[in-house]
Structure formats: C-alpha cells, structure tokens
C-alpha cells in the first residue's frame, strides 16, 4: 500500500502518520521528489481502512500496490535511480558501457584491454576472477590473482571494476575491493547471497538468469533492496530458447517492461545473450533503442585464443567501431554517455 501526501503536508503531521502506522507493526519506505512525498507500507495491510487514511487532510491518495515486490516497485519509487560508480553513473539519462574480457587470463591482457576500452570511452572494466562453468573441467577463473590484477587495472586507469561472485564466503572476503559486485545469472535465484548482497556498501549488479521471469528477476532485486542496499543495477542477459542460431535469445521487449515497473536501472549484455560478436554491435544499438541504462560488452584482444567465450568477444579495434556508432543513438535517446 502506498500513501501519497498531498504537497501542503506539515512534515510533523506526516510524522505524527508515520508514527502510528510504525507502531501497528509496519515498516515504512519513503519516497521523496521535487513534485511528490510519499510512503509505502510494507506488512499486512489487511489490518487497515483505506477510507481511514483517506479521510487524513494531508492524503492526497492511497494506492494498492498488487505486485509482490515493494522496493522494487516504481510505485514506491517515482524517480529513476541514479547509480554513481567512483564518477560513473548509470540509469536517471545517465548511459554507461561496461566492457572487457569474459576472464582474467593475464596482467598483461587485462593492462592492455582496460587501456584500449577506457580510449573508446567505456566507464567500468569488466572481467571474471571466479567463473561459473558448466563443465568442472573448463577454465574456473585466475580466483584473488585475478581480483590483483584487476585492482591494478583499475589503478592504472581509473576504471572502476565489475566482476562475479559466487558464494557468500567470497562476497565477505572480496566486496570491499570490487566497485560493483555481479550476481550471475545462474546466481540469479541464490537467495542467501542475495540476502548478503543485501547488507554491503556495494552497488549490486543482477543478470537475469536463463529461464526466469522477469518477475522472478524484480524479486531477486527485491531481496538486495529489502536487506538496506539500495544501489541495484539489472541485467537482461538473454533467455534460453530451441533457437541453435545464437547462444540464447536476447529479449529486447524485457527492458521496457522492466523500466515501466521498476526505478531500477536496466543494461543489456549483447555478448552473452547472443554468443556471436557479429551480433553484438546491432543487438548493442537495439538495446539503446529499447531504453537501456547501459551495456555490457565482452571484448578481448586475441578472442582466438580465450580461455573462456572467445567467440562472443570483439576486439578492441571493433568495440571502438560500436562506441562510436551508439554514441548517435545514445544521443538520440536523450541520454548521456557517462
């Protein structure tokens, strides 16, 4: 339930409200803008009269919210979350591109890429230190190496770092260190360690996992935002299809839904979705048109030989082909590239 106060409210009325709604047992959200001030009650509203709060001369509006996710709710949060990273923000018209290799291999590969993308204008540096792989004997990442190498990455070019985590041991040992913590999509439904995620400093980032529904992802970010981490980034990642021609099938239609029901802001990774680095740079430019925050590009400098998704990875020189051409629709959009 939500309560909307009408713009006259005397803050010490709204308290008063506040107060005796807490006292019934409920915990209260706050949501407040320029043109709007309101609260959502998250318990069991059965226990109230809505014609009662209506009859309050500071309510403009009580409105029901159906939907099982509260926080998540764009009902509770009108404005579009801004998500800062060391300078680099992302949803509120703010557009950023996250890019590197799939995995850590080598000091010298991370240096050279994070070098190349940060000259095209990417604002984060992606790469995996713990991977999750289907198979136990496909290459599991370079582990706290490959945390180091990123780290001096970051040092060398200011990039802020995104990598995976995958168990709550490695989220309590490592999250201080990374700028933005990544829940994989396989990680997506992993409810304890999105409970944890819930409780550290860190901006959260959550790929949708391959058979979920976007419903299924919004209470994902739910557990993150109900344990106090407001600073929630998803990801539509693609979802799994009988199609043979791409890896899985990257659902465009997903980020307008998600920004019509969610505050939170929406990027898409092209690369994984599709598998294919041909296809990255018009599923990139469909992505923008389709309203993300932002993308997610796997890029590589000798894709041939990658440890891990080689064939979905473009090279520098190409990634820097895709920043320039999205620039236009970036702009077009009405969004700055940050």
């Known amino acids: 339930m939500i309560v909307v106060f009408k713009k006259d409210a005397k803050v010490t009325e709204i308290e008063e409200m506040k107060k005796s709604l807490e006292d019934k047992g409920f915990h209260i959200h706050e949501s407040q803008g320029e043109n709007h001030y309101l609260i959502g009650l998250v318990g069991d509203t059965t226990i109230i009269d809505p014609d009662v709060l209506k009859a309050h001369r500071i309510v403009e509006k009580v409105i029901y919210v159906q939907e099982p996710y509260k926080k998540a709710n764009r009902r509770f949060n009108p404005l579009d979350l801004v998500v800062d990273v060391g300078g680099h923000k992302i949803g509120g018209g703010y557009f950023s591109v996250i890019a ?46 490959g945390l180091d190498i990123l780290i001096e990455a970051k040092k060398e070019t200011g990039l802020p770092i995104v ?15 990374i700028d933005v913590v ?5 990680n997506m439904q992993n409810f304890d360690l999105l409970k944890e995620a819930g409780k550290i ?3 959260v980032l959550i790929k949708r996992g391959m058979s979920a529904t976007i419903q299924e992802l919004l209470m994902s970010a739910e557990y993150v ?23 899985n099938v990257l659902d465009l239609s997903a980020v307008p839904i998600l920004k019509a029901k969610t505050h939170l802001p929406v990027i898409v990774d092209p690369s994984h979705a599709t598998g294919s680095w041909q296809l ?12 993300a925050d932002g993308l997610m590009i796997e890029v590589h400098n000798d894709p041939d030989n990658a440890l891990c998704d080689g064939a979905q990875s473009v090279k520098p020189e ?11 629709y970036i702009e077009l959009e009405d969004k700055i590239l940050n």
Do not use: W
Request: charged share 25%; glycine share 10%.
């Open 182 to 186: 990544q829940i994989g999509a396989r």
């Open 318 to 328: 190409k990634f820097d082909s895709i920043m320039k051409k999205i620039a236009a």
């Open 100 to 145: 590197g290799p799939c995995s850590v291999e080598s000091k010298e590969q991370v240096l050279e890429i994070a070098t190349k993308i940060k000259a095209s204008n990417a604002g984060l540096l992606r790469g995996g230190a713990f991977k999750p792989r289907t198979s136990p004997y496909s290459f599991q990442g370079m582990g706290k190496d």
């Open 225 to 247: 935002l109900a344990g106090g981490n407001n600073n929630v980034i998803l990801c539509e990642r693609g979802i799994r299809s009988f199609q043979k021609e791409v890896r």
């Open 280 to 291: 990255v740079e018009p599923m990139a430019k469909a992505a923008v048109a389709a309203g």
């Open 201 to 203: 400093n860190k901006p």
């Open 163 to 177: 990598t995976e985590i995958m168990s709550i041991k490695q989220l309590e040992k490592y999250h201080e260190i």
